[in-house]
């Protein structure tokens, strides 16, 4: 569906100590880097996502109501994306828990990273009994 998708922020290092930390669990992995910029991609996906400076060189800003939602391969991971998100820094936008407004097995968390991005980690199905 999507090429890939870009999030601005400030300080690109900085941005690194949260997102590489938090994307992991998601299995989500640090693929290059660069003056102003960070790339990631998913296990077993070609497309990348970018965490960079604006190319405008103005400042970065989150857009109201934007964020990206991260597929989660359990329920275990949402709980570690959170913990480890509030670990690094992040802003507590929603702790981990079912959400049924939006379905039946919908769990999910929001964090805010310094910018003012929402990334979110959610798993949409039931958890397999183990």
Do not use: C
Request: hydrophobic share 40%; no cysteine; net charge positive.
């Amino acid at each position: 569906m999507f090429s890939h998708i870009a999030l601005g922020v400030a300080d690109v290092p900085a941005a690194r100590e949260l997102y590489d930390v938090i994307l992991a669990p998601l299995g989500v992995n640090l693929k290059f880097s660069g003056d102003g910029f960070a790339g990631y991609r998913p296990m077993g996906s070609p497309e990348p996502m970018f965490w960079r400076l604006p190319f405008n060189d103005k400042a970065a800003r989150a857009g109201n109501g934007t964020h990206v939602a991260f597929l989660a391969p359990n329920r275990a991971a949402v709980d570690e994306f959170h913990h480890l998100a509030m670990s690094a820094g992040a802003t507590d936008e929603g702790a981990p828990r079912r959400r049924k407004h939006y379905h039946e097995h919908y769990y999910g968390a929001y964090v805010r990273d310094r910018v003012g991005n929402k990334p979110q980690a959610v798993r949409h199905s039931p958890e397999s009994p183990t």
